[in-house]
């Protein structure tokens, strides 16, 4: 399986893909203010592609569960200077993680090369045409209601089928737009409107998405659920929760890992490809 647009090129069939997380916002869960800074978002995301990183993934709003929205001038201001910044010296791909098409434009224009929009074509009825427009990857995700509610009391019949569903209804959106169906990343959203029991559910049955025949995106990363399951560690000790839940998202056929922990995760990630390819890579 291979992503190819422009002058970018990623090759899932040899490797599981890094996709580094660099949050421009003072209150994002686990790393909220470290990178709210120019300069200092600059060297980070420069320092996570020396560790490994195949993607960077770069957002401006928080969308941690309870999180308020912040506005369109605001969420350009913190987010394009440095996409603009990285996009001269860099030669792998930029996600903007935004789900409004304005930011989107923009971002694309300053030298992005993926939308992630966690709303999966929902929120901005004008996110399928710019993403079209652009000839760029989406990666449409799974979320049941809006950061500020979703984590309350979220309920569901049939938890994996439901997500299904939800994406085939996302790949009908993008189709309509034109945006090809090789183009098309899909994320089922750990910790968007999931109780940490349905965070577990969807990592052991990661398998069932291979139908999609798409290109599947995970993000553990240092969340909630893996706190609990390690007695209540704080975000930041969160380091070898996420190396299991990455490693078995590997196994389970993840193709891009979004982590903080670039270094760490790469070096997980490797392992859990040899031993799923049964080769030294």
């Known amino acids: 399986m291979k992503l190819q647009w422009d002058k ?21 869960f686990s790393d909220g203010g ?10 980070h ?8 990183a195949d993607i960077l993934d770069i957002g401006g709003e928080s969308t941690r569960p309870g999180s308020e929205p912040v506005t369109l001038d605001e969420e350009l201001r913190r987010t394009i200077p440095v996409i603009e910044a990285l996009a001269k010296s860099i030669s792998i791909p930029i996600s903007i993680d935004t789900y409004k098409s304005k930011v ?40 049941k209601g809006a950061p500020k509610n979703m984590q309350v009391n979220p309920q569901y019949e049939a938890l994996i089928p439901e997500i299904m569903d939800y994406f085939r ?6 189709a309509q737009f034109g945006i090809p169906e090789n183009m098309i ?30 290109p599947l995106l995970i993000g553990p990363s240092r969340k909630a659920f893996l706190g609990k399951i ?14 299991a839940s990455v490693a078995i998202s590997i196994i ?28 030294i890579i």
């Open 45 to 52: 995301a420069l320092r996570m592609i020396d560790e490994g």
């Open 169 to 174: 209804t996302g790949i009908e959106i993008a």
């Open 104 to 143: 989107a434009v923009q971002a694309l224009e300053a030298g992005a090369s993926i939308v992630n929009d966690i709303s999966g074509l929902r929120f901005d009825p004008e996110m399928p045409e710019v993403i079209s427009r652009f000839k760029v990857p989406v990666v449409i995700m799974h979320i």
């Open 230 to 243: 390690l007695g209540g560690l704080p975000p930041q000790e969160r380091l070898e929760g996420t190396a």
């Open 185 to 214: 990343i899909l994320d089922p959203g750990i910790g968007f409107g999931k109780t940490f029991e349905h965070n577990l559910l969807i990592i052991n049955n990661l398998e069932q998405f291979a139908v999609f025949k798409k």
């Open 34 to 43: 470290q990178y709210f800074d120019k300069s200092r978002a600059v060297d």
């Open 8 to 28: 970018f090129s990623l090759d899932f069939s040899k490797k599981t893909h890094i996709m580094g997380v660099l949050n421009i916002t003072p209150d994002s």
């Open 252 to 279: 389970k056929g993840a193709h891009i890992v979004r982590v903080h922990d670039v270094k760490e995760m790469a070096r997980a990630a490797k392992v859990a490809d040899a031993i799923k390819q049964e080769r």
